[in-house]
T-cell receptor
């Protein structure tokens, strides 16, 4: 069975600090995809990244970076020099490729508050 | 591409009435539609999965007679909350899956905030 764990329920940082959001996943498939979404107060989900299980390269996009480690089943997300606009709930999600049209399985989310 | 329109964005209804939420994929076809529900400060919980032209499959604990899903076309699906009660107050999100795109096809509507008074 697939499962996504985001152990950090809430994190609060001061602006310009770096922050890492943890995500640990469980799956029996060898082919799977991992995602991160941002959910601001408006509620709309904003896609941040998708990574397949065969691509363990870390990725950087501006102030965002992701560290994918299959050995520890983790896909952590770091925001560098955080800003107030980064305040939101962040969800990690998993899709097993072998299962056809299956829904994403979401973690419980991490609420990030960036204080000016 | 991959524009999703979900309406209404907010609705307040009286207890006992029904509410219909519409989800349209404007520039793509979606054979599969997922409906999620999100209570305050909680994660997205899958309610049901529907394939165009077929009956929806509901998750355990979700009443199929209360949450009616219609997926009659590849670009439109509706969720009707029948005889709504205050405990149905939640944020409902549709997720049309773009046909033939695998893991690259997940999209989401902007959500409907339902308040039952």
């Amino acid at each position: 069975a697939q499962k996504v764990t985001q152990a950090q329920t809430e994190i609060s940082v001061v602006e310009k600090e770096d922050v890492t959001l943890d995500c640990v996943y469980e799956t029996r498939d060898t082919t799977y995809y991992l995602f991160w979404y941002k959910q601001p107060p408006s509620g709309e989900l904003v896609f941040l990244i998708r990574r397949n299980s065969f691509d363990e390269q870390n990725e950087i996009s501006g102030r965002y970076s992701w560290n994918f480690q299959k050995s520890t089943s983790s896909f952590n997300f770091t925001i560098t020099a955080s800003q107030v606009v980064d305040s939101a709930v962040y969800f990690c999600a998993l899709s097993e490729a072998s299962s056809g049209n299956t829904p994403l399985v979401f973690g419980k989310g991490t609420r990030l508050s960036v204080i000016a | 591409g991959a524009v999703v329109s979900q309406h209404p964005s907010r609705v307040i209804c009286k207890s006992g009435t029904s509410v219909k939420i519409e989800c349209r994929s404007l520039d793509f076809q979606a054979t599969t539609m997922f409906w999620y529900r999100q209570f305050p400060k909680q994660s997205l919980m899958l309610m049901a999965t529907s394939n165009e032209g077929s009956k929806a499959t509901y998750e355990q604990g979700v009443e199929k007679d209360k949450f009616l899903i219609n997926h009659a076309s590849l670009t439109l699906s509706t969720l009707t909350v029948t005889s709504a009660h205050p405990e149905d107050s939640s944020f409902y999100i549709c997720s049309p899956k773009r046909t033939g795109t695998g893991a690259y096809g997940y999209t989401f509507g902007s959500g409907t905030r339902l308040t039952v008074v």
